[in-house]
């Protein structure tokens, strides 16, 4: 047995593999979107990545049939609003399902804009087209190219990992 087959039999065990991602850091974000509705839809994510200049390309993987995931597919625009570090409050309420967090928190959306922007709680928010998608388990890997960037607060970042929220701290 070769060591790809050897590997190829295994698969590490969920909460093996969330302890270990728990060690890497990283900012968080609220994506939202309209879904077919006209109603606000979004979601805390993490996993959010940067993956070319030219054009501007960030990749953001959401959650296999959360509502927020069907709004981006259906409006085909996404915002990815970039939460500071005043901001955990949001981070988890946005992260909790609840159905009336945009009633709890302000945000704006307009023409030049399309997808909400969590005004008080995101220092960046970039607005974009969605280009592909791909699934990869239980996760949709939605790559968007970046139309617009609008900076709302000059609060340092928020960060997660160990399962704490913390602001960037610079050193």
Known sequence: MTNHEALS?????????RDMMSGFPSGVSVVTAIGPDGLPRGMTCSSVCSVSLSPPTIVVCLRHGSPTLEAVLSSETFALNLLHSRAESVAVLFASGDPRRFDMTPWHSGPATGSPHLVRDAHSVADCAV?????????????GRTQLITRHQQHSPLLYGLREFRPWAAT
């Open 131 to 143: 280009t592909l998608t791909q699934r990869v388990g239980d996760h949709v890997a939605v790559f």
């Open 9 to 17: 039999a295994r698969e590490a065990a969920p909460d093996e593999f």
